[in-house]
């Protein structure tokens, strides 16, 4: 998607008829409202920069231009595009990054990384050669056309107001491999910039090219369960952009410090569904190790887990695999400091007590246990994603328990969004509508599949269908019980919904590997087997614990199966506090279809027990 796409010549008209910030802020905010002051300024000093460039310059009148062009399958944006034809008459894309800085400082021991004043105070921030290789290198990896059709793509980055010295920190040697794929142009570089340019782009291309980008073949969506083996390996499955590579940076650096001295240390990073949270947290696994420290990735849900070994076991053995993946309860009685980092994914899944076996040691706190068993830990952590009583993950709790041990704390978000097809108002109109949060998102007005599907069996029918290369799963609530003795009963048929005379079975108990396993689109899911993985598409059943009702979703905790352990314990807080249980119960109910609606990367479909609850999705959607 594009914000603005002309031609040079059209984009000259609108520039003279002082029109070309007002198409843009009206462009802008039809998909994601109202421009920020601040935005708007980067417009119109871009804007003017590059009219002047242009102006002067052999680039032909009817090469494209876009501004704000959204890169696939994520929530970025690259400034400035121009595409047209070379000398032979190739495809040719120019991307152009713009900054405001005025000064930079380097950042030693962190690749890619400076210092810059950026909102009143000096930041790190990417390089901003970094930034254009790293989006250079996102659109070819997304895009299908770009890479049969052979477009050559060429980053480079601006900075208009930034006088780049003989030995300027931009400069140094620790950046040259970013500068020598994305060339640097600063105040006074015009004409090398128009040079660059010119260089590429000999021939105009009435939007043409743009046209193939924009509405060309994406690549299937790169999941990490089918990426994990390549990484293991040291290959390059995903390129790391903006608060990930930061907080990837930040990580390295915090885990090399407390190895040399020995101080404890703890990173807290926040992020929503799709932020990259664990494959951030892979690529960590991967290079500390690769730098000869004792890590571990470690979380409490056994289906990442055990999915995770089923892809890897081709490539490594078994014990080795089983020693870089553990349970959440593995440091019950773990040495102090034994371990060099835990990466722990899926902290708001973590338990205050673990119990090894009938009659086993009881511990005292997973959190506890995790930090004092690692000089250097880190939790990847969405409070949202809590789903059952025992979750005890938060970072209110993890600096409890830091403070107690006088380790060093820090924080980092992740705002990134690779999954829902990028889509970050999505996740923001997701929390409108389940009544989790009030945000401005009001209408469904974003680039992805979502549908309310009148019935199950159309529900299970599209999925089908989509289930290309085993990448589409139906999912629902825990409303229908799981009895023991049918567990591994592929012909019971546990989830029935009456009304329509359907019914399919659970998934197995080898439940765990029910993201890979090919015959799992012939079951149904449930939080417990896909929190922590993704899909192309997800179909979710949502039960009759949650209804409209009033002007109100409502939850209702007395409609979840017995055989369902997410609120084990409820009826005990019942009886102490009847009020803060039901809250409780509320916030699970909610989270849990947040988290499965979440799994799908290009698209979501619903079907509602409750027909007051698929009318008001329907009409809060505008998909009536």
Same mark, same amino acid.
């Given at each position: 998607?594009?914000?603005?796409?002309?031609?040079?010549?059209?984009?000259?008209?609108?520039?003279?008829?002082?029109?070309?910030?007002?198409?843009?802020?009206?462009?802008?905010?039809?998909?994601?409202?109202?421009?920020?002051?601040?935005?708007?300024?980067s417009?119109?000093?871009?804007?003017d920069?590059?009219?002047?460039?242009?102006?002067?310059?052999? &680039?032909?009148?009817?090469?494209?231009?876009?501004?704000?062009?959204?890169?696939?399958?994520?929530?970025k944006?690259?400034?400035?595009?121009?595409?047209?034809?070379?000398?032979?008459n190739?495809?040719?894309?120019?991307?152009?990054?713009?900054?405001?800085?005025?000064?930079?400082?380097?950042?030693?021991?962190?690749?890619?990384?400076?210092?810059?004043?950026?909102?009143?105070?000096?930041?790190?921030?990417?390089?901003?050669?970094?930034?254009?290789?790293?989006?250079?290198?996102?659109?070819?990896?997304f895009?299908?056309?770009?890479?049969?059709?052979?477009i050559?793509?060429f980053?480079?980055?601006?900075?208009?107001?930034?006088?780049?010295?003989?030995?300027?920190?931009?400069?140094?040697?620790?950046?040259?491999?970013?500068?020598?794929e994305?060339?640097?142009?600063?105040?006074?570089?015009?004409?090398?910039?128009?040079?660059?340019?010119?260089?590429?782009?000999?021939?105009?291309?009435?939007?043409?090219?743009?046209y193939?980008?924009?509405?060309?073949?994406?690549?299937?969506?790169?999941?990490?369960?089918?990426?994990?083996?390549?990484?293991?390996?040291?290959?390059?499955?995903?390129?790391?952009?903006?608060?990930?590579?930061?907080?990837?940076?930040?990580?390295?650096?915090?885990a090399?410090?407390?190895?040399?001295?020995?101080?404890?240390?703890?990173?807290?990073?926040?992020?929503?569904?799709?932020?990259?949270?664990t494959?951030?947290?892979?690529?960590?696994?991967?290079?500390?190790?690769?730098?000869?420290?004792v890590?571990?990735?470690?979380?409490?849900?056994?289906?990442?887990?055990?999915?995770?070994?089923?892809?890897?076991?081709?490539g490594?053995?078994?014990?080795?695999?089983?020693?870089?993946?553990?349970s959440s309860?593995?440091?019950?009685?773990?040495?102090?400091?034994?371990?060099?980092?835990?990466?722990?994914?899926?902290?708001?899944?973590?338990?205050?007590?673990?119990?090894?076996?009938?009659?086993?040691?009881?511990?005292?706190?997973?959190?506890k246990?995790? &930090?004092?068993?690692?000089?250097?830990?880190?939790?990847?952590?969405?409070?949202?994603?809590?789903?059952?009583?025992?979750?005890?993950?938060s970072?209110?709790?993890?600096?409890?328990?830091?403070?107690?041990?006088?380790?060093?704390?820090?924080?980092?978000?992740?705002?990134?969004?690779?999954?829902?097809?990028?889509?970050? =108002?999505?996740?923001?109109?997701?929390?409108?509508?389940?009544?989790?949060?009030?945000?401005?998102?009001?209408?469904?007005?974003?680039?992805?599949?979502?549908r309310?599907?009148?019935?199950?069996?159309?529900?299970?029918?599209?999925?089908?269908?989509?289930?290309?290369?085993?990448?589409?799963?139906?999912?629902?609530?825990?409303?229908?019980?799981?009895p023991?003795?049918?567990?591994?009963?592929p012909?019971?048929?546990?989830?029935?919904?009456?009304?329509y005379?359907?019914?399919?079975?659970?998934?197995?108990?080898?439940?765990e590997?029910?993201?890979?396993?090919?015959?799992?689109?012939?079951?149904? =899911?449930?939080?417990?087997?896909?929190?922590?993985?993704?899909?192309?598409?997800? =179909?979710?059943i949502?039960?009759?614990?949650?209804?409209?009702?009033?002007?109100?979703?409502?939850?209702?905790?007395?409609?979840?199966?017995?055989?369902?352990?997410?609120?084990?314990?409820?009826?005990?807080?019942?009886?102490?506090?009847?009020?803060?249980?039901?809250?409780?119960?509320?916030?699970?109910?909610?989270?849990?279809?947040?988290?499965?609606?979440?799994?799908?990367?290009?698209?979501?479909?619903?079907?509602?027990?409750?027909?007051?609850?698929?009318?008001?999705i329907?009409?809060?959607?505008?998909?009536?």
């Amino acid at each position: 998607m594009v914000i603005y796409q002309e031609t040079k010549k059209a984009f000259f008209a609108d520039v003279d008829d002082e029109q070309i910030i007002t198409k843009i802020r009206a462009l802008y905010k039809r998909r994601f409202g109202e421009a920020s002051k601040s935005l708007i300024n980067s417009w119109e000093d871009s804007v003017d920069y590059m009219f002047k460039v242009l102006a002067m310059s052999r &680039i032909p009148d009817t090469t494209g231009i876009a501004i704000e062009y959204n890169i696939p399958s994520t929530s970025k944006r690259i400034d400035f595009t121009l595409t047209g034809y070379d000398s032979i008459n190739r495809d040719i894309v120019v991307i152009i990054e713009f900054k405001q800085w005025s000064e930079c400082v380097k950042v030693e021991g962190k690749d890619g990384i400076v210092q810059s004043f950026v909102g009143h105070g000096l930041r790190e921030l990417l390089h901003p050669s970094y930034q254009a290789w790293s989006y250079a290198a996102l659109i070819k990896d997304f895009n299908e056309t770009v890479q049969q059709n052979n477009i050559k793509i060429f980053p480079c980055a601006c900075l208009h107001n930034y006088h780049i010295g003989v030995n300027d920190a931009l400069l140094d040697h620790q950046y040259h491999e970013y500068i020598t794929e994305a060339p640097l142009f600063g105040f006074g570089d015009m004409q090398k910039l128009r040079d660059f340019i010119e260089k590429y782009i000999k021939h105009g291309d009435e939007k043409e090219v743009l046209y193939k980008i924009e509405n060309g073949k994406l690549r299937p969506s790169k999941r990490l369960q089918d990426a994990l083996l390549g990484m293991l390996s040291g290959k390059r499955e995903f390129v790391m952009i903006d608060d990930q590579k930061l907080i990837f940076e930040e990580a390295v650096q915090l885990a090399r410090q407390s190895y040399v001295d020995g101080k404890k240390r703890v990173l807290i990073v926040n992020g929503g569904p799709g932020t990259g949270k664990t494959v951030l947290a892979i690529n960590l696994l991967v290079d500390l190790t690769k730098k000869n420290l004792v890590a571990n990735y470690t979380t409490k849900n056994a289906a990442p887990r055990k999915v995770f070994k089923d892809m890897l076991k081709e490539g490594f053995r078994a014990n080795y695999i089983d020693n870089l993946f553990k349970s959440s309860g593995t440091y019950i009685d773990a040495e102090k400091n034994i371990f060099d980092a835990l990466v722990v994914d899926e902290a708001h899944r973590l338990n205050s007590r673990t119990k090894l076996g009938p009659g086993g040691v009881v511990g005292e706190n997973q959190i506890k246990e995790i &930090i004092c068993a690692a000089k250097f830990s880190i939790f990847f952590l969405d409070e949202n994603q809590r789903v059952t009583l025992d979750d005890i993950g938060s970072a209110e709790e993890i600096r409890r328990h830091a403070d107690s041990v006088k380790a060093d704390v820090f924080e980092a978000q992740l705002s990134s969004q690779f999954r829902c097809n990028g889509s970050d =108002g999505y996740l923001a109109w997701l929390d409108r509508l389940m009544q989790i949060k009030e945000t401005a998102n009001v209408t469904l007005d974003f680039n992805y599949d979502f549908r309310i599907i009148d019935n199950p069996h159309e529900l299970g029918r599209l999925i089908y269908e989509k289930n290309t290369n085993n990448k589409s799963r139906l999912v629902a609530g825990y409303c229908w019980e799981w009895p023991k003795k049918t567990q591994n009963n592929p012909n019971y048929h546990d989830v029935r919904i009456d009304e329509y005379d359907f019914e399919m079975s659970w998934n197995l108990a080898i439940g765990e590997t029910f993201a890979t396993d090919p015959d799992a689109i012939n079951r149904i =899911g449930c939080i417990h087997t896909v929190q922590g993985l993704e899909f192309d598409y997800v =179909g979710v059943i949502i039960g009759k614990d949650m209804r409209y009702e009033g002007g109100r979703v409502i939850t209702d905790y007395t409609k979840r199966a017995k055989s369902d352990k997410s609120l084990a314990g409820l009826k005990r807080l019942m009886e102490q506090d009847s009020v803060s249980a039901k809250k409780v119960a509320d916030e699970i109910i909610r989270n849990t279809y947040r988290t499965l609606m979440t799994r799908g990367m290009k698209g979501c479909y619903v079907y509602c027990e409750d027909r007051n609850l698929q009318e008001y999705i329907s009409t809060i959607a505008h998909l009536q």
